[in-house]
């Protein structure tokens, strides 16, 4: 309910890939492939005081109503209706037969009627079925889809990007070139599937004189539905395109890039590699060549599209002049992906292509620049608040103001002191003995025994460091304590015994 909170006309695509249709009588609606005219336009109308429902008015202001006249007698569908009324908002307030309440089922809606508790039906089969609209709840698992419609936004309120908690449970926000958008308005948090939140498109687009180019430029990651009502997938195996039904998946997702000074763009699938249109044949003696992923050295034209508008879809045109294909039939041609020119009529919507926009680029802000640095006047020390020169100094201490906290900070910015005394090598260390210290700037033990050897002239030394459990000597043999923490050491010639190994 919440996706038509936002849109002031939509179309409605049933199961057959036709569209709901105000008839030339005004008084009756069917089913037509035209999509392109004002007739298959549908109004939303909100109801006051019931959040949940909505009506549906023709471009000529006639109502979609669930009328309680049968289709055929002794079948259990009903009419579907345009019905008009002089006083619009006491007889709609009284008649449920105008209202419609929206269910989401996956990406589609079913729209159920007030009155009757039935669904608005798009039938098929033979005459007098054939292209017709009732209201009727499906009791065979064979019509099941035929109460499930597709909704194409042609003119919108507001356009925003919408993205579930989950990633791949979105509401589809489809755009047509023609879509009008305008300025950003908040949408609420307890919409369906889930909780949604929107980000902000920025600009605008006009009605009916935007390009799909220009489409582009506002979509950061789009999925692409075929005539065939399935999704261009990048396949599992990184490197070929298909067609499936399940639009949901990482896999249906494109990345949209931008070519700098060009009316062309690139997709990038989720294994972050280009649709390209190759020169391998699909079949030998076919037309039609390759679609595939690859991620080229060098980007070049094999891997660029330009988007060209076709009614409420596009087309993509490859460098070579050739279009983005999804074929049908038997098996191999069944799913598969092409680039060729349709050269039958039968053949000419396999070019086509719906663009459902799951992400908006939104543009970055622009960071204020500094303002300029200008050269110091004669009167700027006049001026507290802006003054031409700055002074770095460090603080000034008196001999009875220096601290031993603030002389050993900057000793440690530069090393560790080590402090060390030197046994005789018979006994063990006077601790009486005078301690000497200098700065060690290195980080390994042999950096330090070679350091000590300069500081007290003996050659042969072991490294040593007091237990202070026991009193007893231990060599170093590996690491020094981090952090440069300064250390307290025994030089003991290499023959002595007190370094216990």
């Given amino acids: 309910m919440e996706f038509f909170n936002k849109a002031k006309s939509v179309r409605l695509k049933s199961h057959l890939d036709k569209y709901l249709f105000a008839d030339e009588d005004d008084e009756t609606v069917r089913q037509t492939r035209n999509g392109s005219s004002r007739r298959a336009w ?12 909505i009506r549906l008015r023709s471009f000529h202001g006639k ?17 579907v209706l345009l019905r008009e009324t002089n006083n619009a908002t006491s007889a709609k307030s009284n008649d449920t037969a105008f209202e419609w309440e929206p269910r989401t089922e996956g990406f589609q809606i079913k729209l159920r009627s007030v009155k ?19 209201h009727d709840v499906p009791n065979r698992t064979a019509t099941q889809n035929w109460i499930l419609w597709n909704v194409d936004v042609v003119d919108i309120n507001v356009v925003e990007h919408m993205i579930t908690e989950d990633d791949d449970d979105f509401v589809s926000c489809r755009l047509s070139p023609t879509s009008s958008l305008s ?33 582009f430029h506002k979509a950061r990651v789009v999925r692409l539905r075929s005539h ?46 280009y649709l390209t249109a190759s020169n391998m044949p699909f079949l030998l003696g076919m037309t039609g060549k390759k679609v595939l992923q690859t991620l080229p050295n060098r980007l070049d034209s094999s891997i660029e599209w330009e988007p060209i508008r076709e009614g409420f879809q596009v087309r993509l045109k490859t460098h070579y002049g050739q279009f983005l294909r999804a074929n049908g039939g038997l098996p191999p041609w069944r799913n598969s992906i092409t680039h060729d020119i349709p050269h039958r009529t039968s053949t000419q ?14 543009p970055s802000p622009k960071r204020p620049r500094p303002p300029p640095v200008t050269a110091p006047t004669s009167d700027s020390s006049s001026e507290p608040c802006s003054p031409a020169k700055i002074e770095l100094t460090s603080p000034k201490f008196s001999e009875g103001d220096q601290s031993s906290d603030f002389d050993g900070s900057l000793v440690k910015a530069e090393g560790r002191v ?22 060690f700037k290195g980080s390994g033990v042999e950096e330090l025994k070679q350091k000590l050897k300069e500081e007290t ?41 007190e370094a216990e190994e």
């Fill in 228 to 273: 065939h009502d399935k999704y261009l997938l990048a396949d599992d195996d990184e490197e070929t395109v298909v067609q499936d039904r399940n639009g949901s998946v990482r896999n249906a997702r494109w990345s949209v890039e931008l070519v700098q000074h060009a009316n062309v763009l690139r997709f990038k699938s989720c294994y972050g590699k």
């Fill in 349 to 362: 919507d396999w070019i086509l292509w719906d663009v459902d926009v799951i992400e908006i680029r939104v």
């Fill in 183 to 215: 300025s950003f308005s908040e949408w609420s948090d307890n919409g369906s599937p889930s909780s949604i939140r929107s980000v902000s498109m920025g600009s605008a687009f006009g009605v009916d004189r935007e390009s799909s180019m220009e489409l």
């Fill in 457 to 497: 002239g003996l050659h042969d030394v072991v490294v040593c460091s007091r237990n202070p459990l026991n009193g007893k000597l231990y060599p170093l043999r590996l690491h020094l304590p981090p952090n440069n923490t300064d250390m307290r050491v025994v030089v003991v010639r290499s023959t002595s015994s």
């Fill in 42 to 53: 549908w109004t939303v109308e909100l109801v006051q005081g019931k959040s949940h429902v």
């Fill in 418 to 439: 080590i402090y060390y005394r030197v046994s005789n090598g018979e006994e063990d260390v006077d601790d009486a003995r005078e301690e000497l210290s200098f700065t």
């Fill in 63 to 79: 109502y979609l109503i669930a009328s309680d006249e049968p289709f055929l007698l002794g079948m259990t569908g009903k009419k």
């Fill in 116 to 134: 009757g508790g039935k669904y608005l039906r798009a039938n098929g089969g033979m005459p007098p079925w054939r292209n017709t609209v009732t």
